[in-house]
């Protein structure tokens, strides 16, 4: 057994980042400033993306874009149950009605076809989910969605670096970043809206700083014009200058840490093809850059003869961490309560829910980490 835990992600933050963020800290100005006008900037630019705002999380940008795009009761919006809870308990929160579109079975993601039989004419939005660091098949969810007239936004969460036919995700359309700390990079917490729709940027600009008529920074005057109005009532969802400056160090280490979660993906993927008990997600067919987010495997609870929590608290017990991405959340109290889905309606997401769990990844790992991953894997199967 291991003598230290190793967990299942770890943020890989450098002496020079941590430098960067000391130097903001002295400088007197700590909110949003010049880094995080630079860090939007950079991510845009990295992205091939017309537009970045820069916010306190993920989760802050979905819910200014739900309010920018009038989502109300009513309302349906379509999007996995495979996925965080935030989205769906924004959709909540809105008044309007989440709607469960079942996931591919080997790759956790939607599909146009899966999508489609849930359309209705209430439906006001789409968001499917990119996943474990794997790329949507875009392409037909866009061609579907233009036709019924529908907006889509991407849930990017997991798919910074992610690219699609030759584009990082980001590039065309509107799609919300995570920065969380087990993300492939991280601001501590932050997140990152891209659009290629000007209207609507700008209405998230204001809606992220108090509903002003200007952004929370301008570069003219260094802090807020005094003559800002209130343009509509806004929030307070702006990402520090701290916050973002530790962003700019990471996203210009991205590629790297990309490029050594993938060798470790394979690693764990060669080493394990032999365990019958145990299954990766499937690689999406369609031509994409996986960015290895998450290693997600599926556990065969009948041949394992344990349950999923029972493997992971082994796992645990003998040092090693896992994670799970995630319960499905139409099996969450709140929503087995509220919702009440007939059982079977999403055959793929329930099946996933009960089976899923993500090994440790993270760019500072060794290769021999993997090894005793799975060697402890084999010893906790075996008994």
């Known amino acids: 057994m291991r003598a230290d835990f190793l967990p299942f992600s770890k943020p890989s933050i450098s002496e020079a980042e941590i430098a960067a963020v000391a130097e903001v800290l002295r400088s007197g100005w ?19 993306a017309q537009s970045a705002v820069a916010l306190a999380s993920a989760t802050a940008g979905m819910h200014i874009l739900l309010k920018a795009l009038n989502i109300k009761p009513g309302d349906e919006v379509e999007t996995p149950s495979m996925t965080w809870v935030s989205t769906v308990n924004l959709i909540t929160l809105a008044g309007a009605t989440p709607v469960f579109a079942d996931i591919d079975q080997g790759t956790l993601m939607v599909t146009a076809e899966t999508i489609e039989p849930c359309l209705s004419e209430r439906t006001r939005l789409i968001v499917p989910v990119h996943f474990a660091g794997a790329s949507l098949d875009l392409d037909p969810i866009r061609h579907l969605a233009a036709q019924h007239g529908i907006p889509m936004v991407e849930d990017a969460a997991h798919a910074v670096g992610t690219e699609y036919k030759g584009h990082k995700i980001g590039a065309s359309g509107t799609g919300i970043f995570s920065f969380h700390p087990i993300k492939n990079m991280t601001c501590g917490e932050g997140g990152m809206l891209v659009s290629d729709q000007p209207e609507l940027t700008e209405r998230i600009k204001r809606l992220k700083f108090h509903g002003l008529g200007v952004d929370a920074y301008d570069r003219t005057t260094q802090g807020r014009a005094p003559q800002a109005e209130v343009i509509e009532p806004g929030f307070k969802y702006n990402l520090t200058d701290f916050a973002a400056v530790l962003g700019l160090g990471q996203l210009a280490s991205l590629d790297g840490f990309i490029e050594r979660r993938a060798a470790l993906a394979q690693r764990y993927l060669d080493r394990l093809a032999g365990i019958d008990e145990i299954s990766p997600l499937a690689l999406p067919a369609w031509p994409m850059r996986h960015a290895w987010h998450l290693f997600i495997v599926r556990l065969d609870i009948e041949r394992a003869g344990l349950s999923r929590d029972e493997f992971m608290a082994r796992l645990k017990a003998k040092n090693i961490g896992s994670g ?10 709140y929503y087995r309560e509220t919702l009440g889905l007939p059982a079977g309606v999403l055959p793929n ?17 060794l290769d021999a980490d993997v090894d005793q991953v799975v060697a402890t894997i084999k010893e906790v199967l075996a008994r």
């Not at 700590?30 to 992205?47: D, N, P």
């Not at 799970?324 to 109290?333: D, G, I, M």
């Not at 997401?349 to 790992?365: K, Q, V, Y």
């Open 324 to 333: 799970l991405h995630f319960r499905a959340v139409h099996t969450q109290k």
């Open 349 to 365: 997401t329930d099946w996933n829910s009960e089976r899923i769990c993500s090994l440790p990844l993270f760019p500072a790992m």
């Open 30 to 48: 700590i909110t949003t400033g010049l880094r995080a006008a630079a860090f939007e900037e950079a991510f845009a630019a990295y992205c091939g």
